[in-house]
């Protein structure tokens, strides 16, 4: 098995659902499993203050080795 991390962030509409559906859209993907996830940060936009804050987040997925990284990628 590989381990790989996944930085998540949205700002737009409902952050914390979009990461939701983020982490959820993941571990459909075949070979993909979701082992580990970290709280839910919200941080001040940088250099554009006009907008909604983000929430952000990490995932820890474990991958079959029969996935490769531009697959993950895609």
């Known amino acids: 098995m590989k381990v790989a991390y996944i930085g998540l962030g949205s700002n737009?509409?409902?952050?914390?659902?979009?990461?939701?559906?983020a982490r959820h859209h993941i571990q459909e993907i075949q070979g993909v499993a979701l082992s580990k996830a970290s709280p839910l940060y919200h941080t001040e936009p940088q250099g554009f203050s006009d907008q909604p804050w983000f929430c952000n987040q990490v995932v820890e997925v474990t991958l079959e080795h029969s996935v490769a990284p531009l697959q993950l990628l895609d």
């Open 12 to 21: 737009l509409g409902k952050p914390e659902e979009n990461l939701a559906q």
